[in-house]
């Protein structure tokens, strides 16, 4: 397995536990939007603590940008990467991942389920090709949205959010089950990408090929 030993560049917060974090880019080091690499840092104690982040910079940016939730509760390497600052050290390793555009369908992702999608979204919107492509985002409360603004102004009313812990008058309330998909999508013969916590995951294929999609339209990390 390689092994590559980057700077970090900046840490900036995204939202109030999401982290954008800017390195390095190896040379020769190349990946397709909505892939991701295994992370550790490079601190004494944390160098095998390896964790899938994806990438949601674009292949030919001259930078790797991950963007990251963290759980500083957990006491594990997210919390550990908050403490991080600039010029410190992240070990990557091999690029991997299932998840790459297929055509244009519908993106459905629960939290920070959402992180192969901005990549895709990226570069779509850098060649143009953004079409009609919609993305459905489930979140807790609003100030969980990863990518408010960015996503508007790609996506326009194509952004589709539903918030599962507060009411809000500007989004809808409840959850992405069988009769959100019937009642907000008209065709499930076209690509579908999910990606989110495993059952959430799983919930919604398992209501996609109830609704008519067909496996093979349905992209996910398997």
């Given amino acids: 397995m390689e092994q590559h030993f980057v700077k970090i560049r900046s840490i900036d917060k995204v939202t109030h ?20 690499t295994e992370v550790s840092i490079n601190k004494s104690g944390w160098q095998e603590e390896k964790r899938p982040f ?10 790797l940008e991950f963007t990251i939730k963290t759980y ?4 594990g390497v997210t919390n550990e990467l908050l403490q991080l600052k600039k010029n410190d050290e992240l070990i990557l390793h091999d690029v991997f991942g299932a998840i790459a555009y297929e055509g244009e369908g519908v993106f459905i992702a629960g939290g920070a389920g959402v992180t192969p999608f901005i990549a895709i979204f990226r570069y779509l919107h850098q060649q143009n090709k953004i079409g009609n492509n919609q993305l459905i985002f489930s979140n807790r409360t609003l100030k ?6 960015e996503f508007e102004k790609m996506l326009g009313l194509n952004f589709i ?13 409840g959850r992405i089950d069988e009769t959100f998909l019937q009642q907000n999508i008209t065709n499930f013969q076209q690509p579908f990408y999910v990606c989110g916590p495993d059952a959430f995951t799983a919930d919604i294929l398992n209501a996609l090929k109830e609704l008519g999609a067909h496996p093979d339209s349905l992209v996910f990390e398997k």
Avoid: R
């Avoid at 500083?72 to 006491?75: D, E, L, T």
């Avoid at 969980?144 to 603004?149: N, T």
């Avoid at 959010?161 to 309330?173: F, K, Q, V």
């Fill in 17 to 36: 536990d999401v982290l954008k974090i800017v390195t390095e880019k190896p040379e020769g080091y190349d990946f397709i939007p909505g892939q991701a």
């Fill in 54 to 63: 994806t990438f949601t910079c674009l292949p030919d940016d001259d930078y």
């Fill in 72 to 75: 500083p509760s957990h006491k």
């Fill in 144 to 149: 969980d949205i990863i990518l408010k603004e």
């Fill in 161 to 173: 959010n539903i918030i599962t812990g507060e009411n809000s008058e500007a989004y809808m309330h």
